[in-house]
Each structure stands twice: as C-alpha cells, then as structure tokens.
Nanobody
C-alpha cells in the first residue's frame, strides 16, 4: 500500500504563487519506479490533470491551461513530488490531488493512477 500526503495549499491572491508537496511512503515501496501526477477538482467540475512526471523526472506532461505557469518536479531521494504554481488565477481554485502510477508512466488520464492522496485546498482570490 502507498500513502500520499499533500501539503502547501492555502489562500493566495491572484498573481501569487504556491508550492505544493506530496510525500509518498509505504511498505516495499520504490518511489522512483512510480509515475506521479497532480490533479485538481473544483466544485461542480470533473477532476482534471494538471501535470504529470515520469519516474526519473525527465519526462513531463502539462495541461494547456497551466503551461508556462506551473512546474512539476520530483526528488526521488526524498520520495516527494512538487508542483510549483506561479501567476495563479481565481480559476485555479480547487482541491489539488497527488496520484501515483505504479507502471511508471506520466499519463494525463486519471484512470492510469493507482493511489491517491486526500487533497489540499488551493484558493485564489481576485
């Protein structure tokens, strides 16, 4: 079993920045073998992929609506994946979830992911 714990969410003004972290742990768990993704879900909307990263960190995927503003990265020595969010907009307000894919891919499809965190709230005020 894999546990994912997100942190770093909060309230920020439009144009501001936040850095989300997701710490992963588990028995017989090799973080560097997992692809990781960040998803978000706003009230009344479906969950959508924000960004994803491959096992080594060399391959990434970004949704069009965050390209140039968000950066996903990982530190395999710390079993942690990050999402740096800059130039935040009110429409970025959502619960942000971290997810792990044991196949090691960096898919934008939520169905590819095997484990999910509880989420962290991000609120961007105008």
């Amino acid at each position: 079993q894999v546990q994912l714990v997100e942190s770093g969410g909060g309230l920020v003004q439009a144009g501001g920045s936040l850095r989300l972290s997701c710490a992963a742990s588990g028995r017989i768990f090799i973080f560097s073998s997992y692809g990781m993704g960040w998803f978000r879900q706003a009230p009344g909307k479906e969950r959508e992929c924000v960004a994803a990263i491959g096992r080594s960190g060399g391959s990434t995927y970004y949704a069009d609506f965050v390209k140039g503003r968000f950066t996903i990265s990982r530190d395999n020595a710390k079993n942690t994946v990050y999402l740096q969010m800059n130039s935040l907009k009110p429409e970025d307000t959502a619960v942000y979830y971290c997810a792990a894919d044991r196949s090691g891919r960096y898919s934008g499809n939520s169905l590819a992911y095997d484990y999910w965190g509880q989420g962290t709230q991000v609120t961007v005020s105008s």
